[in-house]
Each structure stands twice: as C-alpha cells, then as structure tokens.
C-alpha cells in the first residue's frame, strides 16, 4: 500500500496525558499537513511542513501542540496535557512539490477520545 | 482569508433523483477546487477536481465545473444510488501558502431505497 498511513488509528487517553500520533506519507511527497475535524465539520488545517521545515502553523495550534518531521519523511503530532477538548478526528495528508494541480492525499486519520 | 461554504446538510433523497449541492468560495487568484467524500467509517477520497476557469470535473457519474464568475463549484449528479450515501466537502487549494486545503463544513447525503 502506497498511500498515507497514520497509526495509531483509534487513541483513548485520560485528560492530562500526554498523546503522540504518526504519520507516514506517500514516499515521494515533500509536503505534509495535519487537520483537525470534529464532528459534524470539515478538517481544519493545523500545520504544514515542506521536508523537514515546519513553514505554517494555525492559530489552532496551541502550545500544548507540537509537530516535528525531523528527516523529512514520517511526521509526529503530539498532544501535552490533553483536554476533552481535543477529542477530534486528526488527518494527515500528503502532496508531491513543484505540482500545483495536484490534490492532497489524506490517510484514514487517528480519533482521539479524551475521557 | 480563503473559504468555502456549501449548503448545509442533511440532504435526503429518493433513489435515482437528482442531486445538487452547492458551493461557492472566496480565494484570492485562482485556486484549485475539489471534491472530497466521506463513506461511513472511512477516510477523505477525493472524488473530483477542477483547476482553472471553465473545467469541468466528473468520476462516477458525479460532476462540477468551476465557475469563476460566480465563484462556485457546484456538485451534480443525475441519479444518485444508495450507496452514494456519504458526506461531502467543498474544498479549495491556493496557489500560494503551501497549498494548504481549506474545506467547507461538508454536507451529509442520505439516499433512501
């Protein structure tokens, strides 16, 4: 399977710990981007990396959130002293660089339930 | 800032009726519009895409041409089936800040047998 991949799929914490989630994207995309969706809504973007630079991140992203993708492949996202508020369906998608008219390719999400 | 909104669902329907959700964004320039579905339990497929001014995007008897007068990007269908049942995001992509993809709310289709 080529597409993107996150893991773990499904995450069930306590409030207060801490949560780390991992995405694999497709091996020749440059860029990597993280969302948010909750239910009933569209995903929100939260980050965006081209390689290993973290160039954007949302006002969604508090400082309890922090994001790395230290050799330009996989990326993390990890979650410091979740709150309910967290709970939320985490997207990873993907894209190749130098192409403008391609659409981003999304893996199956983690959902975090924050108990 | 960049946005899209589209009809708020659900939207219910009869099997083999037809189908329009609507969509209209605010972007700056000329982004990239899409379609993504959602089935039940499953991860953002994209469905279709259009990329400049007059296209028209189709798959699986789906369609939408992007409109740039009325900077819509309406979704179509002439004969929806059960199993089109799903919810469906609006979704456009900027030539610029790393082509980030910024979603509308999504509306949810039922398809009745």
């Known amino acids: 399977d080529t597409g993107v991949s996150q893991d773990p799929r499904h995450k069930i914490t306590k409030r207060g710990q801490n949560v780390t989630f991992r995405c694999d994207p497709i091996?020749?995309?440059?860029?990597l981007y993280w969302y948010r969706q909750t239910l009933g809504q569209g995903p929100e973007f939260l980050t965006y990396f081209q390689n290993e630079a973290q160039l954007e991140k949302s006002r969604l992203l508090s400082d309890r959130f922090s994001a790395e993708r230290p050799k330009g492949s996989f990326s993390t996202l990890e979650i410091q002293r979740t709150e309910q508020g967290d709970s939320a369906m985490y997207l990873c998608?993907?894209?190749?660089?130098?192409?403008?008219?391609?659409?981003?390719?999304f893996g199956q999400g983690t959902r975090l339930t924050v108990v | 800032g960049d946005s899209v909104t589209q009809m708020e669902g659900p939207v219910t329907l009869s099997e083999e009726a037809f189908l329009t959700i609507n969509c209209t964004y605010t972007?700056?320039?000329?982004?990239?519009l899409f379609w993504y579905v959602q089935y039940p339990g499953e991860g953002l497929q994209l469905l279709l895409k259009?990329?400049?001014?007059?296209d028209k995007g189709s798959n699986k008897g789906f369609e939408a041409t992007y409109r740039k007068e009325t900077t819509s990007f309406h979704l179509e269908k002439g004969s929806v089936q059960v199993s089109d049942s799903a919810v469906y995001f609006c979704?456009?992509?900027?030539?610029?800040?790393?082509?980030?993809?910024?979603f509308g709310a999504g509306t949810r289709l039922f398809v009745k047998a």
């Open positions: 972007a700056t320039g000329y982004p990239s």
């Open positions: 998608a993907s894209r190749p660089l130098g192409q403008m008219n391609t659409e981003a390719f």
């Open positions: 979704a456009l992509s900027p030539y610029t800040g790393g082509f980030k993809t910024i």
């Open positions: 259009a990329t400049k001014a007059d």
């Open positions: 091996s020749e995309h440059n860029r």
